[in-house]
């Protein structure tokens, strides 16, 4: 049902080794990864104090920062962070003692940080707040790989995209139970088995399509959620190629801090795609 020109090679297990790398080195990233995350918080209007102790409206981890650290206030939109005296908070690498971090018309965040801690502002819909992410997470410090199936060249597909008349997008709910609206890059039309099956790919237009999609071995080998899998944007033929082996586990398998988007219906695939990453964690 697959490509195997190149299945004697030995060159695609080179490839997919190489991806699987690469896949650990950005869940890895203190930046932009997954598994530092410690501490999702939304904050409400007005001021929201922080800090480890319980009495905070917002209490990170203990052992992280001082018992009363400061506190967030959220005024139409804006975040403002006001530590307490003593406590040496740095906004983009510079101490402060009141900053504004965010405001709904910023294109992204300021990133705020002390000791093994640092943190940036999301906004999901109506909603907006505290990213946290500690260098020294567990999770971080003890991760290893992450159980998937052997590479097989039988799950990588030729697909044709078929794209849409119009621009147009497509309700995506996420975790939160938001629903949010995603461009619609086309529907990628494919064969297992000698049955016809379509992905919708959604996307900003960038150097690949992405997919988010379920199937048959979720919640049994897989993440029960579904699974994401990116794809090269298609020829002047429209045809692409679908690797099923490099379908990954979203960020919501890692952390329960996460604010995963979920498979549309279209896209829960009714045979079990036993390729790609399989499940990690209880999250």
Not at 83 to 99: F, S
């Amino acid at each position: 049902m697959g490509l195997g020109a190149d299945a004697q090679t030995g060159t695609y297990a080179a490839e997919i080794e190489q991806w699987v790398k690469g896949r650990y080195a950005a869940l890895k990233n203190t930046k932009s990864g997954w598994l530092n995350l410690a501490g999702l918080y939304w904050l409400e209007e007005g001021k929201n104090s922080f800090g480890t102790a319980a009495g905070n409206k917002i209490v990170f981890p203990k052992g992280t920062i001082a018992a009363k650290a400061g506190y967030f206030e959220l005024n139409n939109g804006k975040v403002t962070l006001v530590p307490e005296k003593g406590v040496a908070i740095q906004v983009n690498g510079r101490p402060i003692t009141r900053e504004l971090i965010y405001s709904k018309d910023s294109l992204r965040s300021a990133v705020s940080s002390y000791g093994s801690l640092h943190w940036t502002i999301i906004r999901r819909e109506d909603r907006i707040g505290i990213r946290l992410r500690n260098d020294l997470n567990e999770s971080l410090l003890h991760f290893k790989s992450i159980d998937r199936y052997p590479a097989d060249t039988a799950w990588k597909l030729e697909a044709v995209l078929k794209e849409p008349l119009f621009p147009t997008s497509i309700p995506i709910k996420n975790v939160l139970g938001q629903t949010i609206q995603m461009k619609l890059l086309g529907k990628l039309i494919f064969t297992i088995q000698g049955k016809v099956f379509s992905l919708d790919a959604v996307g900003e237009g960038d150097d690949e399509l992405f997919v988010i999609f379920g199937d048959a071995t979720n919640t049994h080998t897989t993440y029960g959620a579904g699974r994401f899998m990116y794809v090269p944007k298609p020829d002047a033929s429209g045809k692409t190629i679908l690797d099923f082996n490099k379908a990954f586990n979203p960020p919501c398998a890692f952390t329960p801090f996460a604010t995963c988007p979920l498979p549309p219906q279209q896209n829960v695939l009714p045979v079990a795609v036993t390729a790609g990453e399989k499940d990690y964690g209880k999250h």
